[in-house]
């Protein structure tokens, strides 16, 4: 099946400073590819996604790149803020609305 | 909309213990999802529904789980006989397969077993 490595565990940075999160998958079929933000507490929302005909997506401060070849995607947020300050999962499936399998996770610390 | 519904939002059990976990999925959404999220193994998928068929359960942990869809609007996750180990926040998910690939995440139900 699907494995979603994801690095690192932990990311500190000043207040607005770029955050970099970076996630390799195993299945070359996957073709979804959505990150999740989730606070202290709180359910995962899906922040932005990105399909595998796509190499790069923004919204706001918000980027996603993949590189299919490497089979690795990443989550850029640029002009941190505190309210950034949360847990990250990058996911994979092989199709929209199937299986997601979710990275370990990225705990996020936004320092004023 | 209200959004996916989860009852009970807590729920603490002696091991040994009847467990069952509820959903309500957001209207007209025709898949259901359920998640269960610790710190060891993170968030992982243990079953899915496409309109009310199961699809998926190859991530369903042991026999002593078990989770049905009778009709659109509910589901259940029942864990019988519960164990310390199962001690997770488990989290339900719909999404509808004409509006997109967005799976919209419950708040979740906090399990823990004694």
């Known amino acids: 099946g699907e494995n979603v490595e994801q690095h690192p565990s932990t990311l500190s940075v000043q207040e607005g400073d770029s955050a970099v999160i970076k996630c390799t998958y195993s299945?070359?079929?996957?073709?979804?590819f959505p990150w999740y933000k989730q606070e202290l507490g709180k359910r995962p929302q899906l922040i932005i996604d990105?399909?595998?005909?796509?190499g790069e997506k923004k919204d706001q401060r918000i980027a996603v790149t993949l590189n299919k070849t490497a089979k690795h995607f990443s989550l850029h947020i640029t002009e941190t803020q505190p309210e950034d300050s949360a847990v990250y999962f990058c996911?994979?499936?092989?199709?929209?609305?199937?299986?997601?399998?979710f990275g370990g996770g990225t705990r996020v610390l936004v320092k004023p | 909309d209200a959004g996916v519904i989860q009852s009970p939002r807590h729920e603490v059990t002696e091991m040994g213990q009847e467990v069952t976990l509820r959903c309500k999925p957001i209207?007209?959404?025709?898949?259901l999802f359920w998640y269960r999220q610790t710190m060891m193994r993170g968030l992982e998928l243990l079953i899915y529904?496409?309109?009310?068929?199961?699809?998926?359960d190859s991530g369903m942990p042991e026999d002593r789980f078990s989770a049905k869809m009778p009709n659109a609007s509910f589901s259940t996750l029942k864990i019988q006989p519960s164990e310390p180990r199962d001690s997770a926040v488990y989290f339900c998910?719909?999404?509808?397969?004409?509006?997109?690939?967005?799976?919209?995440f419950g708040p979740g139900t906090r399990l823990t077993v004694l």
């Open positions: 998910a719909s999404r509808w397969d004409r509006r997109g690939d967005t799976q919209y």
């Open positions: 299945d070359s079929a996957s073709n979804y």
């Open positions: 990105i399909r595998s005909n796509v």
């Open positions: 996911a994979a499936s092989r199709a929209a609305g199937n299986k997601l399998t």
């Open positions: 209207s007209g959404h025709d898949y």
């Open positions: 529904f496409n309109n009310n068929v199961p699809i998926d």
